[in-house]
């Protein structure tokens, strides 16, 4: 029967891998994935009481995830309709390729870290393409672009899905993330971006024929920039909601959510419907990509099926003996990622290794933080900015491989030695 379980699971791992070319939206292979693996279980079990727990007990910690994504990507949703970015994107003049790429990577790699790396590059694509005419050196930024999202995600607990995830969890922290995965996240990013930089030098840069025109523009400049202020302060009050509280963080992504709602209906009261419509959070809500939270409830349904089967016992234990170490078995779940979809990998892993045996904090915990959030970069698949980037600018599978995937493995290999001589000289 486990090796039933292991076989749909691996299945409907491959379908996920494989989503465009089998054109099969992944959420319904999660979903059925979920679906079956928790009948097995209550088929083995004869539809025991202690299957009904499990399965309790796994959609409370899935939902927590939830919630905290609908309300993180509302509150974006909401800043980006009353052109909040702008802010940001606005201020960026230079007609150095290199000086760009410097420029961009930097702001790409900071606000991944305090909105996430899929929105990130959404923004960033948008602003090189108001920069930036000729599409094969868009190309490129968008790559780097991938890789600093990534790398700028991997060290925030609310820059990344997985990060997220293992905050919830209760394997890391806040501030003890920061901390430790900061150098090697930023070595991540300069090394490739270094190396490209190098290969750019002395070009300049081809503006666009026209400007690309924004949608809504409608807002006021201050109302566009309350509303980018206050939706940056209730992401960014998130972790030291918690760290006060002590309660979960979806709460107080909820309660900013309320916060921000409130403030934008007084702002937009006196205006009639038509003109405020677009900038309300009811629209936001309709705006928000469901179908990735409900992907998200689907995976994660499934690897906790797995977890309550004893298989990622069974697994760890397996990686334990062939490979004898922690940051082999990392390093590897962190390749891995630039295949397939890094959230199963790293629930996966959070099923298979004890809090009691891996306190918050430790060793494994911060390197599968690294080794997850920016093994993705190596491949365009392999990561949601990737796929992201990868609609937005129509950037080849192979081309990425051949130009961006070898300079990702290389800023990947490069944090991973970062991080492991940091921790080596603190603790002895």
Known sequence: MLILLSAIFVAAYAAIAFEHPLRINKTATALIAAGLLWTIL???????????EGLTEAVAETAQIVFFLMGAMTIVEVVDAHNGFEVITSRIRT???????WLVGFVTFFLSAVLDNLTTTIVM????????????????????????ANAGGAWSPIGDVTTTMLWIGGQITPLAIM???????????????????YALRGRRIAPPDAPVVRNGGQAATAERNLMFVLGICCLVAVPVFKTVTHLPPFLGILFG????????????????????????MVHALKNIDMSSVVFFIGILLAVAALGHSGILATLAGWLDRTFGRLDVVV????????????????????GMYDLAQHPPNSFLWEFVAYCAGTGGSILIIGSAAGVAAMGMERIHFFWY???????????YCAGAVVYLLQYRLAHG
């Open 95 to 101: 007609s150095s390729q290199t000086t760009l790429l």
């Open 42 to 52: 209550a088929t083995m079990y004869g539809g025991g009481h202690e299957v009904g």
């Open 331 to 350: 390093l590897l779940i962190g390749l891995v990622s630039a295949v397939v979809d890094n959230v199963p990998l790293v629930a996966a892993t959070m």
């Open 179 to 197: 901390q430790s995965v900061f150098l090697a996240s930023l070595a991540n990013l300069v090394v490739p971006l270094a190396v490209t930089a």
């Open 125 to 148: 694509i948008s602003l090189i393409r108001k920069l930036i005419g000729n599409h094969e050196d868009r190309l490129f930024f968008a790559g780097m672009i991938v890789v600093a």
């Open 401 to 411: 491989a051949k130009r961006i995937g070898g300079l990702a493995l290389l800023g």
């Open 257 to 280: 959510l309320g916060v921000l709602w409130l403030v934008g209906e007084l702002l937009h009261r006196s205006k009639d419907d038509e003109a405020k419509q677009h900038l309300t």
